[in-house]
């Protein structure tokens, strides 16, 4: 995948290109049909698939102060569009140059003048250009006179127990995992969630009590639901991933007050210090409580990894009943265009 961080970058192809707009925190079910028609058309004419988004997320602009709600930061939602197929991922910085960008102009400017766009994907509620002006009519109107058409993905719903019939979102997906409901946050994803970091040294207590662990500050991702986890984690320059248990929370038993991620990896001992890790949420386990001295907590926490290992054993929980789609995929499930309209 060909990643543009700028405008001027981007080579501009005659064969011109399939747009997929939308910021796309998660990659969940409806982005994967939005990108996945895209790619239908992109392989129809025989021409490129880009992805567009904005860094940061326009909420961050706005409302730099706000709590940290990401579900894929960057360096995980661009891992998530190259394994589905993307060949150009274009990242407009959002500031206030782009913030103040008219509809009709972005229309010009990226999808016409620099993408030469045959094509643009969008979900049913896709708003951009200067304080949200623009919609899906704008655009198929524009797109007519430009010469381009405008697919419009419908909303794509759920069949989920507990959130059956309402429209897979990004804020459904956080009102799982703020329920510590990994599993489900999961199925609505179609795959694992993810938290991305790199390991830091720590007080390094684990290695005192027999359960070293790696420690990872969460950053602009969504605080989760605080307790014990069974988890997943593969280490950078690593294809496997490992199964481990991880605490989230504020550490009440040391009277800590940050929230740190905590992973212990079963059955591993080398050094982990400043490598970058992925850690999937596989099943809440617990929460987080305050132990009255290190021989109590060091007893939960075996009981904890003994609970995890037979969690991790369960087929429902498999890594491999989730994981994130590729174009093929898609394709293969949706032979037909899927939810769609022109």
Known sequence: MQLYRHLNEVQRSEAGSIVALGNFDGFHRGHHVVIGEAGR?????GCSLTVVVTEPHPVSFFAPDVAPFRLTPFRERAKLLERFGVDQLLVLPFDKDLASMPAETFVEKVLCDTLNAKGVCVGYDYRFGKGRGGDTALLQSMGQSAGFGVTIVNPVTVGLEGYAGEVCSSTLVRKALQAGEARKAAALLGHW???NGRISAGDQRGRTIGFPTANIELGESLEPKLGVYA????LEGETRWREGVANIGR????DKRDVL????LFDFKADLYERHARVELVAFLRAERKFDGLESLKNQIAEDCRIARIVHRESENLRDRLVAPTLHDYLALYPEPHTCAQ
Do not use: N, S, Y
Not at 231 to 234: A, C, E, G, L, T
Not at 251 to 254: G, L, N, V
């Open 41 to 45: 058309a992109a392989r129809a004419l």
């Open 193 to 195: 969630w993810t938290i």
């Open 231 to 234: 988890v997943r984690i593969q």
């Open 251 to 254: 550490r009440p038993t040391f």
């Open 261 to 264: 991620l905590e992973a212990h």
